[in-house]
């Protein structure tokens, strides 16, 4: 009854696509393996400090829980998130218990500043930032995927003095190439860097997507009740989500 539901709910439009699973698999085991070693012997002492960055709204006991695979870089993504998880974020679904939203990472290596938009985001998170920033970026997206000024976009979202614990979450994970110049690692579609705890997050994110598998962004699986729904992909407005929400939650 749940995926007849989600199929005549649910109208996609084309995503953002995503690197072949095979060659992500590869780049995500190679990401673990490069992280592991570098957090193991080198972790900074604000890094230890903090909790697992907290992606999400509303409550973990909401009957309808969303989670949405994105890249902070995808056109496709900022359309999601300014026309339907916005409002989404906005209505009672969520404030009322109905809806747990939850983000989850996965930058694709088409964008050059995808990964490093999600270090700030995770930076950001563990500081208790992670809405205002996640809002700014998508926000100002055309204007920092010019240069990679990201940096600025989060600043100007968060008190400064959160802004500065950002800041030192991410030394030793800012890119330095040249906005002209694509990372060699972002190839296989990993921008990891050693010594950034930041990434362990990130990869997570990307693996657990690689399950499902995400081929697209934004890609999101819903689950009601403990019963997973099958993955949907693209843009979906926020008045058939509300009234596939709606269907659910009248069962």
């Excluded at 998130?81 to 989850?104: M, W």
């Excluded at 190839?187 to 010594?195: D, I, N, R, Y």
């Amino acid at each position: 009854m749940f995926v007849a539901v989600a199929l005549a709910a649910l109208a996609f439009v084309p995503s953002s696509r995503a690197v072949p699973q095979t060659a992500s698999s590869s780049a995500t085991s190679s990401a673990k393996a490069t992280v592991k070693k570098t957090t193991a012997t080198s972790k900074p002492e604000t890094q230890a400090a903090l909790p697992a960055p907290v992606k999400s709204y509303g409550s973990s006991n909401a009957p309808i829980k969303m989670e949405v695979f994105t890249d902070y870089q995808c056109p496709s993504c900022r359309n999601m998130f300014e026309e339907t998880l916005r409002p989404l974020i906005q209505s009672d679904y969520i404030s009322s218990g109905k809806v747990y939203l939850v983000h989850h990472d996965f930058p694709l290596p088409a964008h050059m500043y995808g990964y490093e938009a999600a270090r700030w985001v995770n930076a950001a998170a563990r500081v208790g930032q992670f809405q205002s920033v996640e809002a700014a970026l998508y926000d100002n997206q055309n204007s920092w995927q010019a240069d990679g000024n990201i940096e600025k976009y989060v600043a100007s979202a968060v008190p400064a003095s959160d802004f500065k614990r950002i800041q030192k979450l991410m030394v030793g994970c800012e890119y330095q190439g040249p906005a002209s110049t694509k990372p060699a690692s972002l190839k296989t579609g990993v921008q990891t860097s050693h010594g950034c705890a930041l990434d362990t997050y990130i990869e997570q994110d990307r693996a657990l997507g690689m399950k499902i598998p995400v081929q697209a962004t934004p890609t999101y699986v819903i689950t009601y009740k403990g019963n997973k729904l099958p993955a949907g992909s693209g843009f979906v407005s926020w008045p058939i989500l509300k009234q596939f929400f709606d269907s659910l939650l009248n069962q």
